[in-house]
């Protein structure tokens, strides 16, 4: 077991062996979010509040959910990088933080249409609308300044000392957020007790969550493992795996 | 230890006190900007009032955050920086210092202003004294968790934007907290709620963002 992870954190076999793993990845992330997608916009029936416009939930809470869940593993691998000095950590980090930004931006997309026929408007200053605004200009922080550093390997460190610190405040933030106004209708889904939705819905939203926590793996192994070329471009083993595809 | 760390404020102070001139600009700078809202929303007290302490706020939130960006500029240029980190005392400690030295420098001229803005722009009287107790508790986290993101981005040549980017979303909390006990106190409503969080936030940078600050120093020294 040891011995296969510590394989996996040198660059030339994690290439080798996320190469094999994304398609299998794809698949399922394909076959599970196909199966939530037809679940909850075909099969479940109709909200008895808010009517067919409920649907979109599908895409919006796995959206907002992978919003978050992105940071904390980007924090995560990006503070095992910081710590381990693990190459491998610091590109997951990096290759991360684009997908979560496109997650939180797919959150507030969805948000947005859900509330017009919801709430009348496109937006409004509520609680959780707000914190996930400024969770999208965390993420375009950190992808700011790992872009403005030349150095790659400064620029990992100095990522990882933000994504920390965006760690400590995101609680913060949100509470604040919270506090100061809020709209939003309360979770659905992570109640101690029960949760709210009807199981026949609730089943398809956790297909497709699941579903999209699988792509989001394939997708960052697929940037991690270009990532890797770059940055070995130089080494041994990418010039004899580029003969080998034939390329000059 | 803490005979370092005076020496450190000493010297940053007395830095400060040489040049003078640049004391003023913080300070002109926060008094424009509140200037600039009665001018493009209109002169009506009714409306002034309901926007003082946000416009106070934000005012002194950019003040604090373009003036925190040249806290470390200067000694990580002449190399003194690195002579801070070379020195057996513990870098945070120094760095803690320095943002202590920068608060004093910056923000105390601002709550001495602060009042005087606050009546231009109508604010009720009840309203003055927690405005002052919230910038009081408020901008030295402003430059405590500033100082981490001007530490990450001092080695770099055009850092300004990117560190509006990087600092401005830490600061929605001491915004939040404060804008709104000051409007609440106009109010007449009880405002110990907030000002009980601004004074939690206080305390926990304190204690950690030298830390971070340090950290990322270290990184731009390479």
Redesign the interface.
């Given at each position: 077991m040891w011995k296969f992870i510590h394989r996996l954190a040198s660059p030339k076999h994690f290439y080798r062996i996320a190469g094999k793993w994304i398609p299998w990845l794809m698949a399922a992330a394909v076959i599970l979010i196909a199966l939530g997608f037809y679940g909850g916009l075909v099969k479940a029936p109709a909200d008895y509040q808010q009517g067919d416009s409920f649907r979109i939930i599908y895409l919006h809470v796995p959206a907002a959910w992978m919003s978050l869940f992105i940071y904390m593993v980007m924090a995560t691998s990006a503070a095992i990088g910081l710590i381990w000095k693990i190459k491998l950590a610091d590109l997951f980090a990096t290759a991360s933080a684009p997908i979560g930004a496109s997650f939180t931006f797919l959150a507030l997309v969805t948000g947005s249409i859900w509330g017009k026929p919801m709430w009348g408007t496109w937006w409004v200053w509520d609680a959780r609308l707000t914190s996930e605004l400024?969770l999208l200009?965390?993420y375009?922080?950190f992808m700011?300044?790992q872009a403005?550093?030349e150095?790659r390997r400064?620029a990992a460190?100095?990522g990882a000392?933000?994504a920390?610190?965006?760690v400590?405040?995101i609680p913060?933030?949100h509470y604040?957020?919270e506090?100061?106004n809020t709209l939003h209708q309360g979770p659905t889904v992570t109640r101690m007790d029960k949760p709210a939705m009807h199981i026949s819905m609730l089943i398809p939203l956790l297909q497709a969550a699941a579903g999209f926590q699988i792509y989001y793996f394939a997708t960052v192994l697929m940037r991690v493992r270009s990532l890797v070329l770059q940055q070995e471009r130089r080494s041994g083993w990418v010039r004899e795996l580029l003969r080998e595809e034939g390329v000059r | 230890m803490l005979n370092a760390f005076l020496t450190m404020l000493q010297r940053d102070l007395l830095l400060a006190y040489r040049h003078r001139s640049e004391l003023a600009n913080p300070l002109l700078f926060f008094v424009i900007v509140v200037t600039l809202f009665p001018l493009a929303i209109g002169p009506e007290p009714g409306i002034l009032k309901n926007i003082a302490p946000g416009v106070i706020w934000v005012a002194a939130l950019l003040a604090s955050m373009l003036s925190l960006e040249s806290v470390f500029r200067t000694d990580f240029n002449d190399g003194s920086l690195e002579l801070m980190f070379l020195s057996p005392h513990p870098p945070s400690l120094l760095v803690l210092s320095k943002i202590i030295a920068h608060w004093l420098i910056t923000a105390v001229p601002l709550m001495l202003m602060a009042p005087l803005l606050a009546v231009l722009l109508h604010l009720p009287t009840e309203g003055i004294g927690v405005l002052l107790l919230t910038l009081l508790l408020g901008t030295p986290v402003l430059s405590l968790v500033g100082a981490?993101?001007v530490a990450?981005?001092v080695?770099?040549r055009?850092?300004g934007m990117?560190l509006a980017?990087?600092v401005?979303?830490?600061y929605?909390?001491v915004l939040?907290?404060a804008a709104?006990a000051v409007r609440d106190a106009a109010l007449g409503l009880p405002v110990i709620g907030p000002l009980a969080?601004l004074g939690a936030?206080l305390v926990l940078s304190l204690t950690?963002a030298p830390l971070?600050t340090s950290?990322?120093l270290r990184?731009?020294l390479?």
């Amino acid at each position: 077991m040891w011995k296969f992870i510590h394989r996996l954190a040198s660059p030339k076999h994690f290439y080798r062996i996320a190469g094999k793993w994304i398609p299998w990845l794809m698949a399922a992330a394909v076959i599970l979010i196909a199966l939530g997608f037809y679940g909850g916009l075909v099969k479940a029936p109709a909200d008895y509040q808010q009517g067919d416009s409920f649907r979109i939930i599908y895409l919006h809470v796995p959206a907002a959910w992978m919003s978050l869940f992105i940071y904390m593993v980007m924090a995560t691998s990006a503070a095992i990088g910081l710590i381990w000095k693990i190459k491998l950590a610091d590109l997951f980090a990096t290759a991360s933080a684009p997908i979560g930004a496109s997650f939180t931006f797919l959150a507030l997309v969805t948000g947005s249409i859900w509330g017009k026929p919801m709430w009348g408007t496109w937006w409004v200053w509520d609680a959780r609308l707000t914190s996930e605004l400024l969770l999208l200009f965390l993420y375009l922080g950190f992808m700011g300044l790992q872009a403005a550093i030349e150095d790659r390997r400064n620029a990992a460190r100095a990522g990882a000392v933000l994504a920390i610190v965006g760690v400590v405040n995101i609680p913060i933030i949100h509470y604040s957020v919270e506090w100061w106004n809020t709209l939003h209708q309360g979770p659905t889904v992570t109640r101690m007790d029960k949760p709210a939705m009807h199981i026949s819905m609730l089943i398809p939203l956790l297909q497709a969550a699941a579903g999209f926590q699988i792509y989001y793996f394939a997708t960052v192994l697929m940037r991690v493992r270009s990532l890797v070329l770059q940055q070995e471009r130089r080494s041994g083993w990418v010039r004899e795996l580029l003969r080998e595809e034939g390329v000059r | 230890m803490l005979n370092a760390f005076l020496t450190m404020l000493q010297r940053d102070l007395l830095l400060a006190y040489r040049h003078r001139s640049e004391l003023a600009n913080p300070l002109l700078f926060f008094v424009i900007v509140v200037t600039l809202f009665p001018l493009a929303i209109g002169p009506e007290p009714g409306i002034l009032k309901n926007i003082a302490p946000g416009v106070i706020w934000v005012a002194a939130l950019l003040a604090s955050m373009l003036s925190l960006e040249s806290v470390f500029r200067t000694d990580f240029n002449d190399g003194s920086l690195e002579l801070m980190f070379l020195s057996p005392h513990p870098p945070s400690l120094l760095v803690l210092s320095k943002i202590i030295a920068h608060w004093l420098i910056t923000a105390v001229p601002l709550m001495l202003m602060a009042p005087l803005l606050a009546v231009l722009l109508h604010l009720p009287t009840e309203g003055i004294g927690v405005l002052l107790l919230t910038l009081l508790l408020g901008t030295p986290v402003l430059s405590l968790v500033g100082a981490i993101g001007v530490a990450l981005t001092v080695g770099l040549r055009r850092g300004g934007m990117l560190l509006a980017l990087l600092v401005l979303p830490l600061y929605v909390p001491v915004l939040i907290f404060a804008a709104g006990a000051v409007r609440d106190a106009a109010l007449g409503l009880p405002v110990i709620g907030p000002l009980a969080f601004l004074g939690a936030m206080l305390v926990l940078s304190l204690t950690l963002a030298p830390l971070a600050t340090s950290a990322a120093l270290r990184i731009s020294l390479g």
